[in-house]
């Protein structure tokens, strides 16, 4: 099946540490994108790639980093620098920018 | 920064019914895109339309804008309970290509 994973679903993170998110896709999409929702709001974005080996700072790029080393996946790691982290995190991928894009399913990210 | 702005915030209406949400923009696009979202859930594609478009059908949806006034509107006929779900619109700003999603419509649809 071609889709768009996310892992962990839930994921508890101490205040200091940093946590990475996982991001595949089997789609063959060039494009990928992390986004940030929070309750009662639309989706912000964070970073995205519209090819191996480079990224974009979002909107809201403040505290998160990326990696894309591969075509297949786009890992975010929040780091300590992040405020106010608890949050739902969505991956979405695309063929390329500006058209459909397909989401996963979503982390959710708790700071204790 | 928030390009769409969708209203009503929240509609509830009984199956069979028709339900409308509209989507205000403040920025010349190229195209503007429909998602659904179930409580907890990733988003999923509903619609495109290009800026070039005024009107598209897709099953039980209908999508139009209107780039004068810079505003878009989601019609689903005959609810289903299933429809129950947070409905965005999201627009690809001219020269970009990424999505700026509005905050939502959250849709009730009571059996």
């Known amino acids: 099946d071609g889709g768009i994973t996310q892992s962990p679903k839930y994921l508890f993170r101490k205040e200091g540490q940093n946590v990475t998110l996982s991001c595949e896709q089997n789609l063959n999409h060039d494009a990928m994108y992390w986004y940030r929702q929070d309750p009662g709001q639309g989706l912000r974005l964070i970073y995205y790639?519209?090819?191996?080996?480079?990224?974009q700072k979002g909107d809201i790029a403040e505290g998160y980093s990326v990696s894309r080393e591969k075509k297949e996946s786009f890992p975010l790691t929040v780091t300590s620098a992040q405020k106010n982290p608890t949050a739902f995190y969505l991956c979405?991928?695309?063929?390329?920018?500006?058209?459909?894009?397909?989401f996963g399913p979503g982390t959710r990210l708790t700071v204790l | 920064s928030q390009q769409g702005e969708e209203d009503p915030q929240a509609l509830s209406i009984q199956e069979g019914e028709n339900a409308t949400m509209n989507c205000s923009y403040k920025t010349s696009i190229n195209n503007l895109q429909w998602y659904r979202q179930n409580s907890g859930r990733g988003l999923v594609h509903l619609i495109l339309i290009r800026s070039n478009e005024r009107e598209k059908h897709s099953g039980r949806l209908r999508v139009t804008l209107d780039t004068s006034k810079k505003s878009s509107s989601l019609l689903i006929t005959a609810s289903r309970a299933a429809d129950t779900a947070s409905y965005f619109c999201a627009t690809v700003n001219s020269g970009y290509s990424t999505l700026t999603f509005g905050k939502g419509t959250m849709l009730l649809v009571s059996p």
């Open positions: 790639s519209q090819i191996v080996n480079d990224f």
């Open positions: 979405a991928s695309s063929i390329g920018g500006g058209g459909e894009q397909f």
